[in-house]
């Protein structure tokens, strides 16, 4: 061996020679992703509403504004919460590194909110809808990366094989419009009439029923891609740690929304769109705890 590999083997650092105990992300990481789907999630439908019943919209656009901005930040705040050096967060707006996703998430971020307040500001202040309805669109435009975010960062975990990108990216798009329509429904149903309730509950629907079905083939069909995925999945089956929680999850956030959902359409009760809209929005933050916990329970040595 030469000299200089002898000197180079000597002056090895170790950083890390133990295993991590316990969890690295906890509950503020899921009210990280509930709050951000709420965020993103009433901004896209606002966009649906205004194209689809402009008419019924009328004094909606400042407080789904509003709405969105305080969610927004419940998510900004939470993520700081869990970050491990809070105080030196300004590192990555003036020491960027443009290869990590929590930069670019976080630049994201900044520049969503800061059309936020732009909206809030053309509709509280100059009170100007054809101005606040061209930006909009942009605004819409940024909240997909933004709710696709955390998808990208949690698929940088090359070890957990249950966060990897595609699943993930719908997951974080259906719990969006899942959120947002359950928001807009709970909240602002009054203002808007029954057919526009009809058609936010077919998109609260729609999105739980892809969502389960994501869900259902990892559950069922999940041991087949990866030895990794099997292991992590039998926390949530037979007598896992997490099975109780895994299927009031499901239950209360997809199947019993779709049951009340369709039987709300029968016969025409908005108090019924409601209470799905309740458990749709309740449940969210079960399944998202449930998926974020169990892939971190699995030993890597």
């Known amino acids: 061996m030469a000299a200089h590999e002898i000197l180079a083997a000597t002056n090895a650092v170790v950083t890390l020679d133990v295993a991590i105990p316990g969890t690295v992300w906890p509950w503020l990481v899921t009210m990280n992703m509930w709050a951000k789907s709420i965020g993103t999630g009433v901004i896209f439908m606002l966009f649906f509403l205004i194209k689809k019943y402009p008419d019924k919209v ?5 407080p789904t504004t509003v709405v969105s ?18 105080f030196r967060m300004w590192h990555i707006f003036f020491y960027p590194h443009l290869t990590s996703a929590i930069t670019i998430g976080a630049w994201m971020a900044t520049v969503f909110v800061g059309l936020l307040f732009l909206l809030a500001f053309l509709s509280f202040i100059k009170k100007d809808d054809a101005a606040f309805d061209k930006v909009l669109p942009w605004v ?14 949690m698929s940088q975990c090359t070890a957990r094989e249950l966060w990897q990108m595609p699943t993930e990216s719908a997951q974080m798009i259906l719990a969006a419009l899942l959120s947002g329509s359950a ?3 709970l909240v602002f149903g009054s203002k808007l009439g029954w057919e526009a309730n009809r058609n936010l509950g077919t998109i609260l629907g729609l999105s739980a029923f892809m969502s389960f079905v994501l869900y259902m083939s990892e559950y069922v069909f999940g041991p087949m ?8 999945l039998e926390y949530v089956k037979g007598d896992g740690p997490y099975t109780v929680m895994f299927w009031i999850g499901q239950w209360v956030t997809y199947l019993l929304p779709m049951l009340l959902i369709l039987l709300s359409r029968s016969s025409k009760s908005e108090s019924i769109l409601k209470l799905a809209a309740i458990l749709a929005l309740v449940g969210l933050w079960i399944v998202k705890h449930v998926w974020l916990m169990i892939p971190q329970l699995l030993p890597m040595s």
């Open 58 to 62: 009328g004094g909606l656009r400042f």
């Open 140 to 153: 819409v435009a940024l909240a997909v990366p933004v709710t696709l975010y955390t998808a990208a960062l």
């Open 225 to 232: 891609k990866a030895e990794e995925v099997a292991a992590i």
């Open 183 to 185: 928001f807009m429904i």
């Open 69 to 86: 901005i305080i969610f927004i930040h419940i998510f900004l705040l939470f993520t700081l919460a869990d970050l491990h050096q809070p």
